[in-house]
Antibody
Framework: EVQLVQSGAEVKKPGESLKISCKGSGYTFTNYYIGWVRQMPGKGLEWMGIINPGDSDTRISPSFQGQVTISADKSITTAYLQWSSLKASDTAMYYC??????????WGQGTLVTVSS | DIVMTQTPLSSPVTLGQPASISCKSSESLVHSDGNTYLSWLQQRPGQPPRLLIYKISNRFSGVPDRFSGSGAGTDFTLKISRVEAEDVGVYYCMQATQFPTFGQGTRLEIK
């Protein structure tokens, strides 16, 4: 069974750094891209970027370019989304999802990030 | 970016009755490989999104056959033949012909 298990909720202050994770299992981790999607409170879905864990090929949406870093460690079948300096506007639910290249097939449970002073 | 526009934004439906959601793209979703990468997702309250339909009309594994997708080019539709209580939630269309973009979502509620 394909599973994507995300790290737990985080509460951070503006200016702090953060790295959240998404562990894949039940499939060959290096065969599929993993994508990250943001959902701000009460709002819709926004695609942030994707990574191929096999070769670390990464594509980041222009809306998020320079704001986040996406990475992966294939030895532990885990993808990451990180910020170097959080802002209050980064408060959102973040989902990872398996991306065969055509659609988001399986989704993680989400990681809620709250940034508040 | 390709802009995806859904209508209606809210759809009150009686249990057992059909429902339909429209999604229009700002440009054709036909990829150079001939495929059209239009999918539909369901997000129940408090849950992550779930894939329902991919490549316009293909139901994903485990999706009930009361859900169907149709369309071509820039105009697409998701239909639920008979709405059940568990169908309450927000429905999104998504294109992956270029960098993925989502529609703004349609909230399905029971009258």
């Amino acid at each position: 069974e394909v599973q994507l298990v995300q790290s737990g909720a985080e509460v951070k202050k503006p200016g702090e750094s953060l790295k959240i994770s998404c562990k894949g299992s039940g499939y060959t981790f290096t065969n599929y891209y993993i994508g990250w999607v943001r959902q701000m409170p009460g709002k819709g879905l926004e695609w942030m970027g994707i990574i191929n864990p096999g070769d670390s090929d990464t594509r980041i949406s222009p809306s998020f370019q320079g704001q986040v870093t996406i990475s992966a460690d294939k030895s532990i079948t885990t993808a990451y989304l990180q910020w170097s300096s959080l802002k209050a506007s980064d408060t959102a639910m973040y989902y990872c999802a398996l991306y065969p290249g055509e659609y988001f097939q399986h989704w993680g449970q989400g990681t809620l990030v709250t940034v508040s002073s | 970016d390709i802009v995806m526009t859904q209508t209606p934004l809210s759809s009150p439906v009686t249990l057992g009755q059909p429902a339909s959601i429209s999604c229009k793209s700002s440009e054709s979703l036909v990829h150079s490989d001939g495929n059209t990468y239009l999918s539909w997702l369901q997000q129940r309250p408090g849950q992550p999104p779930r894939l329902l339909i991919y490549k316009i009309s293909n139901r994903f594994s485990g999706v009930p056959d009361r859900f169907s997708g149709s369309g071509a080019g820039t105009d697409f539709t998701l239909k639920i033949s008979r709405v059940e209580a568990e169908d309450v939630g927000v429905y999104y269309c998504m294109q992956a012909t270029q960098f993925p973009t989502f529609g703004q979502g349609t909230r399905l509620e029971i009258k």
